[in-house]
């Protein structure tokens, strides 16, 4: 029998190391909790009681699979057939839950009665204070006091899930810090307490483990795509802050050599240091956050404040795999700044219906930005992965639009 | 082979106590008053001076150093400044200089040149708190045509396996001391010292017998130093220092370095092995 080998299936390496990029830079005191979570997490996947118990979370609870949905006025418009990977139907409203659920099952498996996370946007934030829920898991989420302002309803939500919002007002205080004060927390309580990270970013084994749980996204995606084409899809877009729902919906393309794969940074509001949040595009790489990836830093090496209309794309580092797959030119990383991330959004809820997430949006985004600089063909197929919905911003959209609600 | 750090604690065994070793992070209040505390940590007796580089995402710290980074890097500080300054305290004091910094602005700087401009301002080990000993290769290789000793940490949570990989790498290294971290947690001034200290102590000295063990992170009273005294080798204070320093320092630049020297001998009187 010929055994097919699977680029995609070689990384991480058991040092945690995307080519280059990834690898373990934690303190002495969360070494223990990384191999704990990484032993577990490689049984689990053995397990098939684990796995069924995933399955149906996934399928009851989250309500996958998400349609993989033809857009058929955003299609007329550009002139290429354009499907919308609606992980906007999710529950909670985002890819998140897809990793929360998985890994607040793993917190069980672990005998953890604790959750910790951070949270941007809040989505991630809700999601895992939905998976705590559930689970019967004490959640504690950090987000930052500037971002609580910018997605109060999301805060709202999460304690209404019983969870508890813990404010950080410590540096930026946005999804950096909240990253930070997190880990500190699990510094200290690691013991008792699993840290639900909700990116692809982090010491190794996260990066793997929340690639593999969002890989759900591409899975169905491809089967979705090949059932009704025929075949597979010229492009595949995603925004990329941290890039969970990226790289969910890119890995089951990667060995599909013929598949564009496209990452949208946030431009925010342009391309001088602190104004953006493009850490593939205008940053270099570095250590931030346990691993080593493209970080936006200064000559000294100090990380640098972000900027964008979208909380979630906030964040001055990506997950190790984007870098990899930037150097090895496997995937294309572009950037979208806030007013065309406001433009896409605007037009999405016109023309078809759909309120994205600004996250999403930057998503959209790309499709006119391509038309505009030719890089559409006419029929092509393209999927974009439509992260999020965006009830969550209407605040920040109407102020930006100009409305007071 | 000894080298200098080793040299240190030959001569606090002797004198039958345990190293003192104050935490400063340069830049913080400002140049000037940084300077000022680490001078006064060495007329206060300090067996080794850490010297603390600030970083913008200090994830191993508690509030006290994350707020001292904020302000240092606020009133300018960096990583050229820092070997600047190390080496107008290594001209002055001729105690051994350990630098403590995160790894980011270290690879930035580029690890050969960060390792010489340490080496060349003094500073004869480094401390990277982000990096466990499986990522410290590259800070080994870069430290050691310079000297420069890497320091490991090991903590109460660190399995026994990790302890000897740890040991085992000090000494292949020929790192000064391990850095044992009192308690799983971040840096900061505690009220009391973890119960199970003696017993993980322990454990690091059966996994690395012939190396130097310092206690730090919580070491907040002289009661702390005495007690980690008993077993360890050297006592690092930090964050307790600069708590001191700004109970009056905002106001009176002078008196809080005072205040943080008063506490420095009451520490280092302390930390005696009998």
Same mark, same amino acid.
């Given at each position: 029998?010929?055994q097919?080998t699977?680029?995609?299936q070689e990384y991480?390496?058991a040092?945690?190391?995307?080519?280059?990029?990834?690898?373990?830079?934690?303190?002495?005191?969360?070494?223990?909790?990384?191999e704990?979570?990484?032993?577990?997490?490689?049984a689990?996947?053995q397990?098939?009681?684990?796995?069924?118990q995933?399955?149906?979370? #996934?399928?009851d609870?989250?309500?996958?699979e998400?349609p993989?949905?033809?857009?058929?006025n955003?299609?007329?418009?550009f002139?290429?057939?354009?499907?919308?990977?609606?992980?906007? #139907?999710?529950?909670?409203?985002?890819h998140?839950?897809?990793n929360?659920?998985?890994?607040?099952?793993?917190?069980?498996r672990?005998g953890?009665q604790r959750v910790?996370?951070?949270t941007?946007?809040?989505?991630?934030?809700?999601a895992t204070?939905?998976?705590?829920?559930?689970?019967?898991?004490?959640?504690?989420i950090y987000?930052?006091?500037?971002?609580?302002?910018?997605?109060?309803?999301?805060a709202?939500?999460?304690?209404?899930?019983?969870?508890e919002?813990c404010a950080?007002?410590?540096?930026?205080k946005?999804?950096?810090d909240?990253i930070?004060e997190?880990?500190?927390?699990?510094v200290?309580?690691?013991?008792t307490?699993?840290?639900?990270?909700?990116?692809a970013?982090?010491p190794?084994p996260?990066?793997?483990?929340?690639?593999?749980?969002?890989?759900?996204?591409?899975k169905?995606?491809?089967?979705?795509?090949?059932?009704?084409e025929g075949?597979?899809p010229?492009?595949?877009i995603?925004?990329?802050?941290?890039?969970?729902?990226?790289i969910?919906?890119?890995?089951?393309?990667?060995?599909?050599?013929?598949?564009e794969?496209?990452g949208?940074e946030?431009?925010?509001s342009?391309?001088?240091?602190?104004y953006?949040?493009?850490?593939?595009?205008?940053?270099?790489?570095?250590?931030?956050?346990?691993?080593?990836?493209?970080?936006?830093?200064?000559?000294?090496?100090?990380?640098l404040?972000t900027?964008?209309v979208?909380?979630?794309?906030?964040y001055?580092?990506?997950?190790?795999e984007?870098?990899?797959?930037?150097?090895t030119?496997?995937?294309?990383?572009t950037?979208i700044e806030?007013?065309?991330?406001?433009?896409?959004?605007?037009a999405?809820?016109r023309m078809e219906?759909?309120?994205p997430?600004?996250?999403?949006?930057?998503?959209?985004?790309?499709?006119f930005?391509?038309?505009?600089?030719?890089?559409?063909r006419?029929?092509?197929i393209?999927?974009?992965?439509l992260?999020?919905?965006g009830d969550?911003d209407m605040n920040?959209?109407?102020s930006?639009?100009?409305?007071?609600l | 082979? *000894?080298?200098t750090?080793?040299?240190?604690?030959?001569?606090?065994?002797?004198?039958k106590?345990?190293?003192f070793?104050?935490?400063?992070m340069?830049?913080y209040?400002n /140049?000037?008053?940084s300077?000022?505390i680490?001078?006064?940590?060495?007329?206060?007796?300090a067996?080794?001076?850490?010297?603390?580089a600030p970083?913008?995402?200090?994830?191993?710290?508690?509030?006290?150093?994350?707020?001292?980074s904020?302000r240092?890097?606020?009133?300018?500080?960096?990583?050229?400044?820092?070997?600047?300054?190390a /080496?107008?305290i290594?001209?002055k004091?001729?105690?051994?200089?350990?630098?403590?910094?995160?790894y980011n602005?270290?690879l930035?700087?580029g690890?050969?040149?960060?390792?010489?401009?340490?080496?060349?301002?003094g500073?004869c080990?480094?401390i *990277?708190?982000?990096l466990?000993?499986?990522?410290?290769?590259?800070?080994?290789?870069a430290?050691? %045509?310079?000297t420069?000793?890497p320091i490991?940490?090991?903590?109460?949570?660190s399995?026994?396996?990790?302890?000897?990989?740890?040991?085992a790498a000090?000494?292949e290294?020929?790192?000064?001391?391990?850095?044992?971290?009192?308690?799983?947690?971040?840096t900061?001034a505690?009220?009391?010292?973890?119960e199970?200290? %003696?017993?993980?102590?322990?454990?690091?000295?059966v996994a690395a017998?012939?190396?130097?063990?310092?206690?730090g992170?919580?070491?907040?009273?002289?009661?702390?130093?005495?007690?980690a005294?008993?077993?360890?080798?050297?006592?690092?204070?930090g964050s307790?220092?600069?708590n001191a320093?700004?109970?009056?320092?905002? *106001?009176?630049?002078a008196?809080?370095?005072?205040?943080?020297?008063?506490?420095a001998?009451?520490m280092r009187?302390?930390?005696v092995t009998?």
């Amino acid at each position: 029998m010929i055994q097919s080998t699977k680029k995609s299936q070689e990384y991480p390496n058991a040092a945690g190391r995307f080519g280059s990029f990834g690898g373990v830079f934690a303190p002495e005191s969360l070494m223990f909790a990384l191999e704990l979570l990484e032993n577990e997490y490689l049984a689990a996947r053995q397990d098939p009681l684990f796995q069924r118990q995933l399955d149906d979370l #996934l399928k009851d609870f989250v309500g996958r699979e998400t349609p993989l949905y033809y857009a058929r006025n955003l299609s007329e418009h550009f002139g290429a057939k354009i499907y919308l990977k609606r992980e906007d #139907l999710a529950h909670t409203g985002a890819h998140k839950i897809n990793n929360a659920i998985g890994q607040a099952l793993l917190t069980k498996r672990m005998g953890k009665q604790r959750v910790i996370a951070e949270t941007g946007a809040g989505q991630h934030g809700v999601a895992t204070a939905a998976a705590c829920a559930l689970l019967g898991l004490e959640c504690v989420i950090y987000m930052g006091v500037e971002d609580i302002r910018r997605q109060t309803l999301n805060a709202f939500r999460i304690r209404l899930m019983g969870a508890e919002v813990c404010a950080v007002e410590s540096g930026s205080k946005t999804l950096k810090d909240a990253i930070n004060e997190a880990m500190r927390d699990w510094v200290t309580n690691a013991q008792t307490t699993h840290y639900l990270i909700g990116s692809a970013v982090g010491p190794h084994p996260f990066p793997r483990i929340v690639r593999d749980f969002q890989s759900v996204i591409g899975k169905e995606a491809r089967r979705q795509i090949l059932a009704a084409e025929g075949r597979l899809p010229d492009k595949v877009i995603a925004c990329v802050g941290g890039g969970s729902n990226a790289i969910g919906i890119f890995h089951p393309f990667i060995d599909d050599a013929a598949v564009e794969l496209i990452g949208v940074e946030a431009g925010g509001s342009g391309p001088e240091p602190g104004y953006n949040a493009a850490s593939l595009t205008y940053g270099s790489p570095g250590a931030l956050h346990g691993s080593y990836s493209y970080v936006l830093q200064n000559d000294d090496g100090q990380i640098l404040e972000t900027q964008s209309v979208s909380a979630g794309l906030d964040y001055p580092g990506v997950g190790p795999e984007h870098s990899m797959l930037k150097e090895t030119g496997r995937a294309r990383y572009t950037t979208i700044e806030d007013v065309a991330a406001l433009a896409a959004f605007q037009a999405l809820c016109r023309m078809e219906g759909i309120i994205p997430a600004l996250e999403s949006a930057h998503a959209i985004a790309e499709l006119f930005a391509l038309r505009e600089n030719g890089g559409l063909r006419a029929g092509e197929i393209i999927i974009v992965n439509l992260s999020g919905r965006g009830d969550k911003d209407m605040n920040t959209a109407a102020s930006a639009l100009g409305v007071s609600l | 082979m *000894t080298n200098t750090l080793q040299n240190v604690f030959a001569t606090t065994k002797q004198e039958k106590r345990a190293a003192f070793i104050p935490y400063v992070m340069l830049g913080y209040p400002n /140049e000037a008053a940084s300077l000022a505390i680490a001078q006064a940590m060495a007329d206060a007796g300090a067996d080794i001076i850490e010297l603390g580089a600030p970083f913008s995402d200090p994830l191993a710290d508690g509030a006290t150093i994350q707020k001292a980074s904020q302000r240092a890097l606020e009133n300018g500080m960096t990583l050229r400044k820092y070997f600047q300054m190390a /080496e107008q305290i290594a001209r002055k004091t001729n105690i051994p200089l350990v630098m403590m910094g995160y790894y980011n602005p270290l690879l930035r700087m580029g690890l050969d040149e960060a390792m010489r401009s340490a080496a060349n301002s003094g500073i004869c080990g480094c401390i *990277t708190p982000d990096l466990p000993v499986e990522e410290s290769l590259a800070v080994i290789s870069a430290g050691k %045509p310079y000297t420069i000793a890497p320091i490991f940490l090991a903590a109460p949570s660190s399995s026994d396996r990790r302890l000897k990989a740890i040991g085992a790498a000090a000494q292949e290294a020929d790192s000064g001391f391990i850095y044992c971290v009192s308690l799983n947690g971040v840096t900061g001034a505690r009220a009391a010292l973890a119960e199970d200290l %003696p017993q993980f102590m322990q454990r690091v000295h059966v996994a690395a017998p012939n190396i130097p063990l310092c206690v730090g992170f919580g070491i907040s009273k002289p009661k702390h130093a005495s007690l980690a005294a008993r077993y360890a080798d050297g006592v690092i204070v930090g964050s307790a220092l600069m708590n001191a320093y700004d109970e009056v320092g905002a *106001t009176d630049t002078a008196a809080g370095v005072k205040s943080a020297e008063i506490l420095a001998r009451r520490m280092r009187a302390a930390a005696v092995t009998q």
